[in-house]
């Protein structure tokens, strides 16, 4: 048995079909019967150009919407059937998202940002303090913790926002265009934190338009037009277009 099959499979997607505008003139679809499996402790990449479907694809994985059609099975459970109470729970406690544009809450310090979603996991205070601070100093930012976002550069409200993502030890990082807003140098500082994570053991899923940022994962997904044109790499055992 080699090691990718002794993993477990975290993200199991299967037909996902996505659409808007059901039954009008307009319906759209977006994706066209996706199939992807990520197991745990990969760096996956996935990689397309605007308009292929990657942030359509990256809200279903991220349980932040629903196929229209197929299956989504998270840690071995169907999820396209949850409750968004059930959803809700996922999203902050599974999933650790770490967005282009930061999304920190303003005017609130450093480590209360990353305290938040500990919070609304019902962890006392004391705790989330504790863990906060861990991950501040995990991702050099311990100096800055009173610090509002506002105080801080592009490249430190990203690594805040990595340390809020770690916040809950979720099962993936979901991270989309994460160097998006920074120049190359920061962007350096913020993939090279994310390569420390992969290795101590985090799954992470990368969305990128950039084959640059891609090369540096070991499994690249390549999508257009809302199906999968390419899954090259380690553990990559999704099907090649045909």
Not at 62 to 79: H, M
Not at 175 to 202: N, Q
């Amino acid at each position: 048995m080699n090691m990718a099959e002794e993993k477990r499979v975290v993200v199991d997607l299967r037909g996902i079909i996505k659409r808007f505008y059901i039954g009008m003139p307009n319906e759209l679809q977006i994706l066209n019967g996706m199939d992807i499996r990520i197991r745990e402790g990969e760096f996956v990449a996935i990689v397309g150009e605007s308009g292929s479907g990657k942030s359509t694809l990256m809200n279903i994985i991220g349980a932040l919407d629903r196929p229209t059609e197929g299956t989504y099975y998270f840690n071995g459970e169907d999820i396209s059937k949850f409750s968004d109470k059930k959803l809700s729970l996922v999203r902050n406690k599974e999933i650790g998202f770490v967005f282009q544009n930061f999304n920190l809450i303003p005017r609130t310090s450093a480590l209360k940002n990353v305290e938040l979603p500990m919070m609304y996991a019902g962890k006392g205070r004391k705790e989330r303090t504790k863990r906060a601070k861990e991950l501040l100093e995990t991702v050099g930012m311990a100096e800055r913790s009173d610090h509002n976002p506002n105080e801080l550069s592009g490249g430190q409200k990203q690594r805040v926002a990595i340390a809020r993502a770690m916040a809950n030890d979720p099962s993936i990082i979901l991270a989309d265009e994460p160097t998006g807003a920074l120049d190359t140098k920061t962007g350096r500082v913020v993939m090279d934190i994310f390569h420390e994570l992969h290795k101590s053991g985090k799954t992470i899923i990368l969305i990128t338009h950039s084959p640059e940022l891609a090369r540096e994962t070991e499994r690249i997904i390549t999508i257009s037009d809302g199906c999968i044109v390419s899954d090259t790499g380690a553990g990559g055992d999704s099907h090649d277009a045909d």
